[in-house]
């Protein structure tokens, strides 16, 4: 069983950083995607950014790109965000995912159908 637990998530000021973590548990797909979306209330979950294991190759929304980076550290099974010059509209429920069989949301070529439990994050002005 695919379990994706999140964690790192809390509330900064405008400015700010925060590094948000998911350990993988029972994923055992050796090409997979591996991402990091965010919903905020009142509005529909979208993709932050992501990371494809065929050649360790990165993709970020326009929104937080050059503000904050995704990476995988393979031998703890974790997934990282780390996002700095945080905004106010930054502030949403961050969600992992991992590509899987019946993917329900797809981004470019990734479709992700694993999903953590959301990590709040909440940016002050």
């Known amino acids: 069983q695919v379990q994706l637990v999140e964690s790192g998530g809390g509330s900064v000021q405008a400015g700010g950083s925060l590094r948000l973590s998911c350990a993988a548990s029972?994923?055992?797909?050796?090409?997979?995607?591996m991402g990091w979306f965010r919903q905020a209330p009142g509005k529909e979950r979208e993709w932050v950014a992501y990371?494809?294991?065929?050649?360790?190759?990165?993709a970020y929304a326009d929104y937080v790109k050059g503000r904050f980076a995704i990476s995988q550290d393979n031998a703890k099974n974790t997934l990282y965000l780390q996002m700095n010059s945080l905004q106010p509209e930054d502030t949403a429920t961050y969600y992992c995912?991992?590509?899987?069989?019946?993917?329900?949301?797809?981004?470019?070529?990734?479709?992700?159908?694993?999903w953590g439990q959301g990590t709040q994050v909440t940016v002050s002005s």
């Open positions: 990371i494809w294991s065929g050649y360790g190759g990165t």
């Open positions: 995912a991992a590509s899987g069989p019946a993917p329900s949301v797809w981004v470019g070529s990734c479709g992700f159908g694993y």
């Open positions: 029972g994923y055992t797909y050796s090409r997979y995607c």
